[in-house]
């Protein structure tokens, strides 16, 4: 079954940059969508970004807009996310789920849920 490791979490400071990788295993990620999400303590899990095996980016947060990108490398079965200009109230775990396109958050099916990457921003 899909499974994915996410890494690259960290403590910064607001205004700070951190690149989020989210590596597969299991399965090639060459015709599949990969959605970002994150859960901050206490609320629901919302999406962030998704990118489809053509490359075409559907974002579910509109507070990331022009801040966080995401990408692929299809050879190293990875999706990451760039995250740039933090702010505290990105904090969360981030965790990334696949399915056949980029649908609505709660339809991510074909992976199970990792442990995530604990994102803190915080002076």
């Known amino acids: 079954q899909l499974r994915f490791e996410e890494s690259g979490g960290g403590l910064v400071q607001p205004g700070g940059s951190l690149r989020l990788s989210c590596t597969a295993s299991?399965?090639?990620?060459?015709?599949?969508?990969v959605g970002w999400f994150r859960q901050a303590p206490g609320k629901e899990r919302e999406g962030v970004l998704c990118?489809?095996?053509?490359?075409?980016?559907?974002n579910y947060a509109d507070s990331v807009k022009g801040r966080f990108t995401i990408s692929r490398d299809n050879a190293k079965n990875t999706v990451y996310l760039q995250m740039n200009n933090l702010r505290p109230e990105d904090t969360a775990v981030y965790y990334c789920?696949?399915?056949?396109?980029?649908?609505?958050?709660?339809?991510?099916?074909?992976?199970?849920w990792g442990q995530g990457t604990q994102v803190t921003v915080s002076s």
């Open positions: 789920a696949a399915e056949e396109i980029c649908v609505r958050v709660g339809g991510f099916h074909l992976s199970t």
């Open positions: 299991g399965f090639a990620l060459d015709h599949v969508a």
């Open positions: 990118i489809n095996d053509s490359g075409d980016i559907r």
